[in-house]
């Protein structure tokens, strides 16, 4: 079984900075893509960032220059450095891996529980 999860969340004022943390445990022998995604109140969950095992990146067009995903492979663990944080930033966010438990498995999804970020003043 593999889990994950997710720290760093908080109230932050608008312009100010959040480090989100996923930390994935449990019978693991590969992870490829990691994510964060969020969903808002009333909105459907949306994509924010995703990095691949090469390091590549991908961002929303609402967080690019504001928002860093990066990765450390030996603590498999992918971060979500947040600045210049606005009201319309505020959502539960959640990490996702693609994780491979053993060489002969398939890959599975699996999604943290989501760690609340709110900007306000």
């Known amino acids: 079984q593999v889990q994950l999860v997710e720290s760093g969340g908080g109230l932050v004022q608008p312009g100010g900075s959040l480090r989100l943390s996923c930390a994935a445990s449990?019978?693991?022998?590969?992870?490829?893509?990691m994510a964060w995604y969020r969903q808002a109140p009333g909105k459907e969950r949306e994509l924010v960032a995703v990095i691949d095992t090469v390091t590549s990146t991908n961002y929303a067009d609402s967080v690019k220059g504001r928002f860093t995903i990066s990765r450390d492979n030996a603590k498999k663990t992918v971060y979500l450095q947040m600045n210049s944080l606005n009201p319309e930033d505020t959502a539960i966010y959640h990490c996702n891996m693609r994780v491979w438990a053993s060489p002969l498995a398939s890959g599975l999804i699996y999604w943290g529980q989501g760690t609340q970020v709110t900007v306000s003043s």
């Open positions: 449990g019978s693991i022998f590969r992870i490829n893509d």
